[in-house]
């Protein structure tokens, strides 16, 4: 992702996300079971709540983002979302247009 065309919202929840592990990451190691997996050590829930947040921050498919209209945080089906429901997208399109007149 281009950090450039990310808007100042979108750089702030990002700058958000990695101030929330303030230093203390979690470990891990590779098992090597039937295929190599993965295995995390938190040190505690939050940590592995942060981590978690962390990567759903990260998403191309499915990112967080701030909706347009009500500047709530919520998940997106796609990059190209801008609001998080059809009623925030109309009373910000009703919004515009009043402004317009």
């Known amino acids: 992702?281009?950090?450039d065309k990310l808007s100042s919202d979108q750089r702030?929840?990002?700058?958000?996300?990695?101030a929330t592990l303030d230093g203390n990451t979690p470990t891990y190691h590779i098992a090597l079971?039937?295929?190599?997996?993965?295995?995390w050590d938190?040190?505690?829930?939050?940590?592995?709540i942060q981590l978690m947040f962390s990567f759903m921050l990260?998403?191309?498919e499915n990112p967080l983002c701030i909706c347009r209209n009500c500047a709530k945080v919520y998940v997106a089906k796609g990059?190209?979302?801008d609001f998080c429901g059809a009623a925030c997208r109309k009373?910000?399109?009703?919004?515009?247009?009043?402004?317009t007149l």
């Open 79 to 81: 990059r190209d979302q």
């Open 58 to 60: 990260a998403d191309d």
């Open 1 to 3: 992702m281009d950090y």
């Open 33 to 39: 079971y039937d295929t190599p997996t993965i295995v």
């Open 91 to 99: 009373q910000y399109d009703a919004r515009k247009k009043d402004d």
């Open 12 to 18: 702030n929840i990002y700058q958000q996300a990695m």
């Open 42 to 48: 938190f040190h505690s829930l939050l940590l592995g």
